[in-house]
């Protein structure tokens, strides 16, 4: 159980909240390549409880640039892409990647051009995504996660449909191995019944431990056959499972965009001309009608994602800590908290927090890829208890 105050502590994502400023040391993917094109060169994108707009100029730059002009507020996803930046569809003023107005018209406002910057943030692109820095400089490197620089195979990118809640909610599911047997019980089952629908498939896990390594959290079961797995929760915000990472990205306090990258290898572990080809896949929604929230809403239920999401969507908008029961199961949960509380801390001291890397020049991450595929291999084909597309 944890306070109003411990709630908002680790929940708030906003400008000046304290888990905000962890979150906003970190590159998250704002956007897909497909989301920009000359057709379509601006999109706007809600990041951390910021209004933007992210666009690409006539010379290929892309920027992501706070939404209302600095003139007299009018929206720059109307803005008229150029050579030089991005000019506000009102009165023109022109702005470039880095923020800076370039032109006022119908003047030309010195004072206004050398004083005024407008909010931009820097962006990279990387593995078919458009990843944002929205906090100080200087910026760190988008760590090499063996599922995103390898080149011996395929990635594949998913978005999920936006999920109406917390981000906190699905990352503490990353650490909730317990519930897999349960809530999946009947999609995880492939033909066998449960001894009771109550306890799912509990009893095929003889135990769950959690310890933290160099990147986050490892969660480990061992099932009573003798098989284990591992699903690395990567700090802070992305769950590593199977031949994923499920990077949640906080779209505001009560809404989370949710990207799902894959990497398939090659059998003969020859390489791909273009790991980052194949198209992006828009999952559709996972309840009826898309734009309700609980109770005026149907999940599905039909696969492992629509019932994580009817989870995470049920416990509200934005879990209510103060009145939780946790239990022993928990404390992956527990472990979780407590390592984003003090690293919270630690950004608020102005140090580095936990995986951030600033060398460009690292090594690839081991994040345990091979076993994982492996381990899912012979999961699906001896016991299955875990099922490729999307768990948690
Ligand atoms: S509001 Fe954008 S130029 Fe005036
Ligand atoms: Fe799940």
Redesign the pocket.
């Known amino acids: 159980m944890l306070t109003q105050e411990e709630n908002d502590f680790l929940t708030q994502v906003g400008p000046g909240t304290p888990a905000g400023a962890l979150l906003r040391r970190y590159w998250l993917p704002v956007g897909v390549h497909e989301e920009l094109s000359a057709e379509h060169p601006t999109k706007f994108v809600r990041v951390l409880g910021e209004d933007l707009v992210l666009f690409k100029d006539k010379s290929g730059r892309v920027g992501l640039l706070a939404d209302h002009?600095s003139?007299?507020?009018?929206s720059l996803l109307y803005g008229r892409v150029e050579e030089r930046g991005i000019s506000?569809a009102?009165?023109?003023?022109l702005y470039d990647c880095e923020g800076n107005i370039l032109e006022t018209p119908p003047e030309r406002n010195d004072a206004i051009m050398r004083s005024v910057k407008h909010t931009a943030y820097p962006v990279q692109s990387f593995i078919g995504l458009y990843w944002a820095y929205m906090g100080p400089s200087p910026a760190p490197v988008i760590p090499h996660y063996d599922v995103w620089v390898r080149t011996d195979g395929h990635r594949n990118r998913y978005v999920q449909p936006q999920l109406d809640a917390n981000w906190l909610q699905p990352m503490e599911n990353s650490v909730d191995p317990a519930h897999l047997q349960i809530l999946h019980q009947t999609v995880i089952g492939r033909g066998r019944t449960p001894v009771s629908t109550t306890r799912g498939f509990t009893d095929d896990v003889e135990s769950y431990e959690f310890y933290l390594n160099d990147f986050g959290i490892v969660k480990k079961r061992t099932y009573a056959n003798g098989t284990v797995d591992y699903h690395p929760l990567i700090f802070p915000n992305i769950l590593r499972q199977g031949n994923a990472t499920q990077i949640r990205v906080p779209i505001d306090d009560e809404h989370t965009r949710i990207f799902f990258v894959r990497f398939t290898p090659t059998e003969d572990g020859s390489v791909v001309d273009d790991p980052d080809g194949l198209p992006v896949e828009f999952i559709p929604s996972y309840k009826q009608p898309a734009d309700r929230l609980h109770p005026f809403t149907k999940f599905t239920m039909e696969s492992v994602q629509p019932q994580d999401h009817m989870a995470w969507e049920t416990q509200g908008p934005r879990a209510n800590r103060a009145t939780e029961h946790l239990s022993y199961s928990d404390r992956g949960v527990v472990l979780y908290r407590r390592v984003l509380k003090e690293n919270i801390e630690r950004v608020a001291q102005g140090l580095d927090p936990f995986g951030l890397v600033r060398d460009p020049d690292h090594e690839t991450i081991d994040t345990n890829l091979m076993e994982s595929i492996a381990q899912q291999r012979e999961g699906s084909s001896a016991r299955a208890p875990t099922r490729a597309p999307a768990q948690a």
């Open positions: 002009c003139h007299r507020g009018a506000c009102y009165h023109g003023w």
